[in-house]
C-alpha cells in the first residue's frame, strides 16, 4: 500500500467554482499533513499544513483532515485560472526515518 | 520569507562527468533534502540530512552522494553521471520541533540536469 495517495486524473473546472482534492495516506499515526501547489516547471510551494481533525481555512483554500478515516481533502473556492497548478499532497511519517511522504499530485485546470 | 536557494536552474552534462549541486538555505534550518522529480513517478527522496556531516539515505540513494560541512549547505553530488539522471532536482529544508511534529519543507527552485 502506498505511504500517499492521490488517485483522480486532472480535474477541469470553470473559473469561479468549486476544485475539490483528496488525499488517502495509510500510516495510522501520523500527525502533520501538508499542501503543495507545483506550477509547470517549477519547484513546490507550501500552501497549507493541517494538523489537527475539522477545517483549516486560509483565503479561498480551505483543507479538511480526517484522521479516522485517513484522509485530507483540499477545497479552492472560486477557483481562478492562477489556480490552474498540480497540487501535492505530504503526511509526515513517523519511524526511523522521520520525512515526508508525497502523493504524485493532481492536476488541476481552471478554465476562464 | 525562507529562503532556499540552488547553484543553477538548468545544468547540462556529460555522461561520466562528476556532477555537484548546492543547495544553501538562510532559515537555520537542521534538515535538508535532496530530491528528483520525474514526470509519472513524483516527488523521490534521495538522501537528507538532520545535522551537519550527518546524512541518511533516502529511496533512491544509488549513483548518488551527499555531503554538509555547514548547517546552511548541502550539496549532492553525482559521482559519475548517467542519462538516466536526467531530471528536475529540488532541495528543501524544513526545522524539527518535535513536540508538535510539525515538518513543514521549503523547497529551492530546482535545478534541471540534462546529461547527454
Known amino acids: 500500500q502506498k505511504e500517499v495517495e492521490q488517485n483522480s486524473g486532472p480535474l477541469s473546472v470553470p473559473e469561479g467554482a468549486i476544485a475539490s482534492l483528496n488525499c488517502t495516506y495509510s500510516?495510522?499515526?501520523?500527525?502533520?499533513f501538508f499542501w503543495y501547489r507545483q506550477y509547470s516547471g517549477k519547484s513546490p510551494e507550501l500552501i497549507m499544513s493541517?494538523?489537527?481533525?475539522g477545517d483549516k481555512e486560509d483565503g479561498r483554500f480551505t483543507a479538511q483532515l480526517n484522521k479516522a478515516s485517513q484522509y485530507v481533502s483540499l477545497l479552492i473556492r472560486d477557483s481562478q485560472p492562477s489556480d490552474s497548478a498540480t497540487y501535492l499532497c505530504?503526511?509526515?511519517?513517523?519511524?526511523?526515518?522521520?520525512?515526508?511522504?508525497f502523493g504524485k499530485g493532481n492536476q488541476v485546470v481552471v478554465i476562464p | 520569507d525562507v529562503k532556499v536557494t540552488q547553484s543553477s536552474r538548468y545544468l547540462v552534462k556529460r555522461t561520466g562527468e562528476k556532477v555537484f549541486l548546492e543547495c544553501v538555505q538562510d532559515?537555520?534550518?537542521?534538515?535538508m533534502f535532496w530530491y528528483r522529480q520525474d514526470p509519472g513517478l513524483g516527488l523521490r527522496l534521495i538522501y537528507f540530512?538532520?545535522?551537519?556531516?550527518?546524512?541518511e539515505k533516502g529511496d533512491i540513494p544509488e549513483g548518488y552522494s551527499v555531503s554538509r560541512e555547514k548547517k546552511e549547505r548541502f550539496s549532492l553530488i553525482l559521482e559519475s553521471a548517467s542519462t538516466n539522471q536526467t531530471s528536475m532536482y529540488l532541495c528543501?529544508?524544513?526545522?524539527?520541533?518535535?513536540?508538535?511534529?510539525?515538518?513543514?519543507?521549503?523547497f529551492g527552485p530546482g535545478t534541471r540536469l540534462t546529461v547527454t
Open positions: 540530512s538532520y545535522d551537519v556531516k550527518m546524512k
Open positions: 505530504a503526511v509526515f511519517v513517523r519511524g526511523g526515518n522521520n520525512r515526508l511522504a
Open positions: 500510516d495510522r499515526v501520523s500527525q502533520s
Open positions: 493541517i494538523y489537527s481533525n
Open positions: 532559515m537555520d534550518h537542521e534538515n
Open positions: 528543501a529544508s524544513s526545522f524539527q520541533i518535535r513536540d508538535r511534529a510539525t515538518y513543514e519543507q521549503y
